[in-house]
């Protein structure tokens, strides 16, 4: 669970860091609807990114979207929206972070 409190610190920290960059670069906002929670594409509430999708689930030792600490640890899993924001979530399916579109 620490290990997990850190990954969202650090997160936030960087996100915290990228909006001040992001006032000059709308992309990558987190204003910018595209990247945005309430887009249904970034949403947990939309099935392809659920933990409830078995091929997000901690359950499923052959998924490929897992994100792991160091110690092999399994903190969350990551989903690409169809507008190809990357989304971070922990394995509760609580969206932790995004890196924008390259698109």
């Given amino acids: 669970m620490k290990y997990l409190i850190a990954i969202v610190l650090i997160t936030q920290a960087a996100l915290f860091a ?10 990558s906002s ?20 659920s933990p ?6 901690p359950l499923n ?3 490929t979207n897992g994100v792991f600490d160091n110690n092999g640890n399994r903190l969350g899993y990551e989903v690409q ?3 190809g924001v990357t989304n971070l979530f922990d ?10 579109s390259r698109r």
């Fill in 91 to 100: 394995n509760n399916g609580n969206r932790i972070g995004y890196t924008p």
């Fill in 52 to 57: 409830l999708n078995y091929q997000n689930s």
């Fill in 18 to 27: 990228r909006s001040a960059v992001a006032q000059t670069n709308w992309q």
């Fill in 30 to 49: 987190p204003l910018n609807y595209q990247n945005s929670e309430l887009n249904f594409n970034n949403s947990p509430l939309n099935y392809n990114n």
């Fill in 81 to 83: 929206s169809p507008t």
């Fill in 61 to 63: 030792y052959n998924a």
